[in-house]
């Protein structure tokens, strides 16, 4: 009974890690500053945010340290990672210290790191102690990874509404504090031991609740900032949101179906080396060569990588089309949104417990769908409304992907190997985020450089009106329409494997009911 409660103690510190180490969606908040202390034209500032995105190509390293380490060992590496790489930064804002580009590419690069560190940190303990439920234990500890940039502002805004750098010094103190304040459940954590199928039940309950206030949780920051408030009504919010936090989690078994697996002949190329049955073990090499692997490679490319590309142009899409003042709120709305596609990626397990039958990858597909709409809403206008609708849509898109992508990993290449293979499927954010950002800086720059409305300050330039971003939309909406298609097939190549699992998971449940 102890070890029972125990292992809700540590989701709580999972879910406390996630809410408190999402520092990378907070970056358009600063980037502005960062941009006019070192002086760099759009695409150099590109390139830090890219090299805080690169920090997860890294991720496999986090995965091989908890092999040879305690969790406390790795715990703290993650959080002093990211209090040098957010801290220097700080300092250099503030002109405390002079550093040269190069240096703060580094810096950038470390904290990234950090946040997968973190992450890995969160999967592990998730899928140790929930083995039963791990996907919906998963998708509810990421979940709250997107409120990170509400969580912050929230804090910042208390503290003083008009220093945008607070956001790199609380970045770089947080997730250490956070870090000691968990340190004692990690240290005690309890034995993971067999669950019967009551206690399963048992758990879907508490799962179904926790993720009904991990909902009023995300309403409650929604309509918050809905409304203009005061340092002091932000001082009292942040007194009582320390209970909120302590909910979590979702429901449902990935267990690994015994399906007969067919041999599946060469017909289509739909239908070539077809997935048949969930949870076989993958290699890498194995993985490489799945044409699922890549349709949903380039799904997750195409989606919501593209969507946090676009959170971290944020700051500068913001001025360059006159709502700069409106940046924090941005930044909340796109965190907030994204909490909750965070929180919607937990609906194919309370659905399919309810005899309603359809394969993750569907979802995960029809997800897709808010963003490509998102970018022909802010192609065809500019207006403050245009921009907050399709932030919101767009969060709420990148967030589902974010949560879901874990589950679908797990059940389609295995629980197993899913930390390795994860850490590959992530490649395509860094990629994402270099390519996509660059579209985004030359035609930033190029715009700036023609524009009638340049600004210059010292060094560098600000491009103002519509045509700074309009092309970038252009090209991520037919770029996201890809996504879109390739989700579409990914679906298609996965849903005979869901289907036989679902068969088999009837089949069981006859036979023991």
């Not at 607070?166 to 067999?194: E, F, G, W």
Request: include cysteine; hydrophobic fraction near 45%; proline fraction near 3%.
């Amino acid at each position: 009974m102890v070890g029972e409660s125990r292992k809700w103690v540590i989701l709580c510190a999972s879910i406390w890690l996630q809410a408190f180490t999402g520092t990378n969606f907070d970056f358009s908040s600063y980037s502005s500053d960062l941009k006019s202390v070192l002086e760099i034209t759009q695409l150099q500032l590109n390139y830090l945010s890219v090299a805080s995105d690169m920090g997860k190509a890294f991720g496999w390293c986090s995965g091989l340290s908890l092999l040879h380490f305690p969790f406390w060992v790795v715990l703290f590496i993650a959080a002093f990672m990211g209090l040098f790489g957010y801290g220097f930064q700080w300092l250099l804002i503030h002109r405390f210290i002079t550093l040269p580009y190069s240096l703060v590419f580094f810096l950038c690069l470390i904290a990234g790191c950090s946040i997968s560190w973190f992450n890995t940190i969160c999967y592990v303990l998730c899928i140790r102690h929930f083995p039963s439920n791990r996907s919906l234990a998963l998708s509810l500890s990421v979940s709250f990874n997107g409120v990170s940039a509400a969580l912050y502002t929230l804090i910042a805004n208390a503290i003083n509404s008009n220093d945008d750098t607070l956001y790199l010094l609380l970045n770089a103190i947080l997730p250490v504090l956070i870090s000691l304040l968990v340190l004692i459940p990690i240290l005690h954590q309890p034995k993971p031991q067999p669950h019967s199928v009551d206690t399963i039940k048992h758990d879907s309950s508490i799962f179904l609740c926790l993720n009904i206030l991990a909902l009023v949780t995300g309403l409650y920051l929604i309509f918050l900032y809905s409304f203009s408030y005061t340092l002091a009504t932000a001082r009292v919010i942040l007194l009582d949101d320390k209970e909120v936090y302590q909910e979590l989690i979702n429901i449902e078994d990935s267990a690994r179906s015994k399906s007969t697996q067919s041999t599946v002949e060469k017909k289509s190329l739909l239908e070539r080396e077809q997935l048949a049955m969930l949870g076989e073990e993958h290699s890498i090499k194995l993985l490489v060569r799945r044409w699922e692997f890549w349709l949903y490679y380039i799904a997750y490319f195409c989606g919501g990588t593209i969507g946090l590309s676009y959170s971290n142009n944020l700051g500068q899409i913001s001025q360059s089309l006159g709502h700069y003042s409106h940046t924090s709120s941005l930044v909340t709305l796109y965190s907030t949104c994204s909490f909750f596609g965070r929180l919607l990626a937990a609906a194919p397990d309370f659905l399919n417990n309810r005899r309603m039958h359809f394969a993750r990858t569907g979802w995960f597909a029809a997800a897709l769908v808010p963003t490509p709409i998102a970018f022909i809403l802010l192609v065809i206008s500019g207006s403050g409304a245009a921009l907050h609708i399709g932030t919101a849509l767009i969060g709420l898109s990148s967030g589902f992907v974010f949560s879901a992508a874990v589950s679908i990993t797990s059940e389609l290449f295995g629980p197993n190997n899913v930390g390795v293979n994860h850490n590959i499927l992530i490649t395509n954010i860094p990629l994402g985020s270099c390519l996509y950002g660059l579209l985004a800086a030359l035609v930033y720059d190029s715009n700036a450089i023609n524009s009638t409305h340049e600004i210059w300050l010292q060094e560098m330039s600000m491009c103002i009106g519509r045509k700074c971003y309009l092309q970038t939309f252009i090209w991520w909406s037919c770029i996201s329409m890809l996504g879109l298609v390739s989700s579409f097939l990914f679906f298609l190549r996965t849903k005979q494997a869901y289907d036989n699992f679902e068969k088999n998971d009837n089949r069981n449940n006859i036979a023991t009911g």
